[in-house]
């Protein structure tokens, strides 16, 4: 039984723990390469239908997988590169995920050149480079292969991996608008109330634009829990054969008690034949 509520704690740990950033109410829509021409001009419209709240778009799921990008920064050889995890985003992420900014700024589309020039880095990263906090980091060059770009907000820490890897440093990076049909592969749409009128009105919006691809959508929490369905298949099977063994002990206890009261009932039986008194 301590083993089996261990076991249930530790999974629903696993799905109600604090990421970061905010998973429920986010609608996923899987897009390619192909796609992009007719998505992202499309996107405005989407922002404008009555309960969508923020919309953006990134290169994966974030919390459950993301490229490795190389990295030069200060003190290193020019012509050498260190990999960090990444994720190619847009401008509208930081209000569809809630993220926390505890220096700086994240992308800003008034901002010219926002996609060669900027950089969002975590806390970790900070640590892992050197800088002394976040406000230090600030203006810091840290060139991507894309040019000579500078870091322009820090965020705070969050789950970028499923929780059993510890968070390390990570960094967002602006997609370039000739690189778009590369990196746009997931709209992300958070939904304010009801999602299913808000789905509807994209779907009708998506089918006058296309009838080449389907309109295809998950809602983020549901992606980062299908990591854990091992767990939550070992929960319920330990939940399964916790019961079964008690059952069995039950019935053992049963047996006991049966046989210890027949034998009780014979023994007074023969007390009282040989004038034993109640």
Known sequence: IIGTVFVRRQF???RSADLGFQKENVAVIRTRASMSDFIYPLLPEIRNISGVQAIGFANDIIGKAHNAHELNYEGMPK??????PALITGYGMKDVLDLKMVAGRWYDPSVPR?????????EQMVKEIGWSSPE?????????????EHVIGVVKDFHFDPLFRPIGPFFFDMCPADQLPLWFRCVYVRIHG?????????QRKWEAATQEFPFEYSFLDSELEAQYKPQGTLATLVTGFAILAMIIACMGLYALAAF???????EIGIRNVLGARP
């Open 194 to 202: 009801d999602p299913r009128p808000v789905l509807a009105a994209i």
């Open 136 to 148: 230090a980091a600030l203006g810091e060059r840290l060139n991507t292969p894309g040019g000579s």
């Open 114 to 122: 926002e996609d060669s020039l900027s950089v969002v880095i975590n």
């Open 79 to 84: 012509d050498q590169w260190k990999y960090f």
């Open 12 to 14: 629903d740990a696993l």
């Open 260 to 266: 210890s009261t027949e034998r009780r009932t014979r």
